[in-house]
């Protein structure tokens, strides 16, 4: 049976997070909702990468078996029964036994900081308006690189076999008027980017020195990381891929 890789985008403050959870609303079972409407059968997604209550993402995907080919134009008329802050941006045929989450190869994801009074970023960003030491801030950044094990970064009641992380990218830069944190890995961790943004703010802060923050990230103890900053700062920004998103035809 075809496979499909479907690329999405969502705005996340209405939702309790990515994946179809029970007794609250979610990406996903928009998502499915919009799908069955319009192919008149129910179609089981299976997601990339999931985010929490109120975090974006610019690219997300799934992916779903559909015996019939699907015409790309089509994506227009299903964006239609979406509501507004959910969009599909294309869907492409794969190889065989393609998974959007086991293939991919690597995650990015930016967490936004405004520090002057804006209305129109009071949902997409953080508003810390505090003094920061940005050399501080880029130095523990720095150090992130450094490490692989981040259990310190993750939030409890998680089932995952490994807190093993392969950072690639960690910087912060400056986006128009946003202070801007990147990272990039082959995978993340349930509140991992959230509790390196709000550690590192304490560091830029003065209240943590670097070797304190290097003392977290090698203590195991998600105790001392600062996980407070709120999930609308966050975007995930890309999710890249092996081979397998090219067309099965290929």
């Known amino acids: 049976m075809p496979r499909y890789f479907l690329e999405v985008a969502y705005k996340g403050t209405k939702y309790s997070g990515f994946q179809i959870q029970d007794n609250a609303n979610s ?127 993750s939030k409890r009641n998680t089932q995952v076999k490994t807190f093993v992380c392969n950072i690639r990218e960690s910087r912060w830069l400056m986006e128009n008027d946003c202070l801007v944190y990147q990272v990039e890995a082959n995978r993340f961790l349930r509140g991992m980017v959230r509790g390196l943004v709000g550690t590192m703010l304490q560091v830029g802060r003065g209240r943590l020195t670097l070797s304190q923050f290097e003392e977290i990230l090698c203590s195991r103890d998600n105790r001392q990381a600062d996980f407070s900053v709120p999930g609308h700062g966050l975007f995930l920004f890309r999710v890249s891929f092996t081979d397998s998103l090219l067309p099965a035809s290929e």
Do not use: M, W
């Open 27 to 153: 990406v996903q079972a928009e998502v499915e909702k919009a799908l069955e409407v319009f192919f008149r059968q129910k179609l089981s997604l299976t997601g990339s990468s999931r985010t929490d209550a109120g975090v974006h993402a610019l690219q997300n995907y799934f992916h779903f078996d559909l015996e019939h080919v699907i015409d790309p134009r089509k994506l227009y008329n299903i964006n239609a029964i979406l509501p507004r802050d959910i969009v599909l941006k294309s869907i492409s045929p794969v190889r065989d036994g393609a998974h959007c989450r086991f293939d991919a190869i690597g995650r990015e994801y930016r967490y936004y900081i405004y520090r002057k009074k804006d209305p129109f970023l009071d949902d997409r960003a953080y508003f810390f308006p505090y003094k920061l030491d940005k050399t501080q801030l880029e130095a523990a950044a720095g150090l992130v690189l450094r490490h692989t094990d981040f259990t310190s970064f």
